[in-house]
């Protein structure tokens, strides 16, 4: 737990920003309520009041132009009874109109008086309730009584005196509109006094807002000064001590200096950093027997989904020197050691340069494979291939070291790199007893790719690979077909490729070696022998010393004097003399 006088000071503090959101948040909502409530006034009351004075305007005019019209229709020749009945009627409803939006307009202004919530001119607003109902009393008494007396003079004919009433009533209509507009103008600065303080009502809730607001951003700036003081030090003590972990420093502590949390702290960091050293010293003792990225998995089991065994589609590689162990006879146990070092170092480096896993050494033997989790499904064959092609090319500069090494002038020719490769499924995981565990490869896959491997011997080949292999490898490399081949251990044939380079590195002989040893191979399985014979020579003259072109041609001439069976696949057994 924190010491007290922090505990307390961050509670206290805590609570009082509490507190004043707290205010700020009332307040905020009873002054929003209170300027939404002017705001709906503002807009259902005075507007629509002001507009049911407009309309009384407007009604007033549709009154006196029906008026006009009853007399249009009496001074006709014959009279329009009908059209004077019907306009007489129009005259009627509109003065109806005219007093209903006065009322309504009454009734409005008396809402906003009998509302005590806003602040209003009660005052004024009464004398413009007196007003409308004073304007609309004098217009509808005078003007009835001008009526009538319009009547009277329509019906006598008397159209002159008519002409006179009309005019009068008129001169009463504008008295009535001036008043109205008056009345208007009145109910406009209301409205424009009403708004002000609504106005006015809004920039105060704004200012409270930013008072409290400032007062809770200077409490918490004071309380981050507090924190900052007992604090801040030894974080920035842990923070360094972090980014020194990061960085792979793992020969340091920090010292502890309290014993609140952050003393608890980093006395748990440095028994982390203890862990931590713990287990580097392990990846590092482990790595150099185990590939680091399996060592991984071993600390952190997590890290290896396959663990406990599933199967999966990986690359094998197997990789072999020929002719190394006569080579060894001979050879001080310290000689043989460091040689073998070399050697084994010089092979392995272009499989961990593509991503690939060294599952073990077996004698001067080396097995690899690429696949999930160290490696993308897509990528697996291709680096395979490139690593082989890597390979072959060191073990053509190792067999110059060699005679250095091991200290003789030279070396057989015949001491070359053979590798074999294949792609398939696979079972993965950690596989042993209860007494030893490794995290291996096993299935057809790892079969085919040690038989390939061996398989060199036969077609004097550096590099062969399955047709899985090649085809997953996409363009990355150059192979050519070699044969179709019946590994031990199996039944169905598997065609076989030589990996000859990288893509766009070979020479004209070796694009010439690749035309002419296809067109040998489909005279061979078309039982084309001569043909065959002369493809195969040609491939020959293009890349003198070709393992596989000598290989097909030795057999292709064997079968000239013994010819396979007529059931004959064209598949050839590697058990076979």
């Not at 259902?44 to 029906?66: I, P």
């Not at 509109?94 to 009660?122: C, H």
């Not at 060191?394 to 067999?399: C, D, F, Q, S, V």
């Amino acid at each position: 737990m924190l010491r007290p006088t922090i505990r307390k000071r961050i509670i206290g503090i805590a609570l009082g920003l509490i507190f004043l959101m707290a205010i700020t948040s009332v307040l905020s909502t009873v002054m929003t309520r209170k300027i939404a409530h002017q705001l709906d006034e503002l807009s259902s009351k005075y507007v629509e009041a002001y507009g049911h004075l407009a309309r009384m305007n407007v009604r007033s005019l549709e009154q006196a132009l029906a008026l006009r019209r009853m007399v249009i229709a009496k001074m006709q020749t014959p009279p329009d009874e009908a059209g004077f009945v019907e306009r007489q009627k129009l005259y009627e409803a509109k003065g109806d109109e005219v007093e209903k939006e006065a009322q309504a307009a009454r009734a409005l202004i008396n809402a906003i008086i009998d509302d005590t919530s806003t602040v209003s001119d009660n005052a004024r607003l009464g004398r413009i309730d007196d007003q409308i109902e004073n304007v609309s009393t004098d217009l509808r008494r005078y003007l009835a009584e001008e009526y009538q007396r319009l009547l009277s003079v329509v019906a006598a004919g008397q159209f002159a005196e008519a002409r006179a009433s009309l005019a009068r009533s008129d001169t009463l209509r504008d008295q009535f509109t001036q008043k109205v507009e008056n009345i208007r103008k009145e109910m406009m600065a209301q409205v424009r006094s009403d708004a002000e303080a609504t106005m006015r009502d809004q920039k105060t809730a704004i200012a409270i807002s930013v008072v409290l607001t400032v007062l809770a951003s200077i409490l918490g700036l004071l309380f981050a000064m507090f924190v900052s003081i007992g604090i801040t030090r030894p974080v920035r003590r842990l923070l360094e001590g972090t980014r020194a972990v990061e960085a792979g420093k793992l020969d340091g502590s920090i010292d502890v200096t309290t014993r609140d949390e952050i003393g608890q702290l980093t006395a748990a960091f440095n028994k982390m950093v203890e862990q931590l050293r713990h287990k580097e010293r392990l990846r590092e003792t482990f790595g150099r027997y185990v590939d680091p990225r399996v060592v991984e998995g071993l600390i952190d089991p997590k890290s290896l989904a396959a663990s406990s065994g599933e199967r999966r589609v990986m690359t094998v590689l197997f990789c072999d020197m020929k002719g190394f162990t006569s080579l060894s006879e001979g050879m001080t146990p310290q000689g043989l050691v460091k040689v073998m070092n070399h050697y084994l170092s010089t092979m392995s480096g272009p499989i961990r340069g593509h991503r690939g896993i060294i599952d073990k050494y077996i004698g001067d033997a080396i097995m690899a494979y690429w696949g999930p989790p160290f490696t993308e499904d897509s990528e697996q064959a291709r680096l395979a291939c490139l690593a082989a092609v890597e390979m072959a090319d060191r073990g053509t500069a190792l067999r110059t070291e060699l005679p250095e090494l091991i200290g003789v002038r030279t070396v057989p020719s015949d001491c070359e790199v053979r590798i074999g490769i294949a792609t398939g499924e696979v079972l993965v995981g950690s596989i042993g007893s209860e007494f030893m565990m490794s995290y291996t490869v096993m299935g057809d896959a790892v079969n085919l790719a040690s038989r390939l491997e061996n398989a060199n011997k036969i077609y004097g080949s550096h590099s062969l690979a399955s047709e899985a292999a090649i085809m997953a490898a996409g363009d990355a490399v150059e192979a050519r077909e070699v044969d179709r081949v019946i590994v031990v251990g199996q039944t169905h044939p598997e065609t076989v490729f030589e990996i000859i380079g990288r893509t766009g590195e070979l020479t004209e002989q070796q694009l010439e070696l690749q035309a002419r040893y296809a067109e040998g191979l489909a005279a061979y399985r078309a039982r084309r022998w001569d043909d065959a014979h002369r493809a195969f020579l040609a491939a020959l003259e293009a890349v003198p010393g070709d393992g596989p072109s000598k290989a097909m041609a030795e057999r292709v001439e064997n079968f000239r004097a013994n010819p396979p069976p007529a059931d004959w696949d064209g598949a050839w057994r590697l058990d076979q003399k």
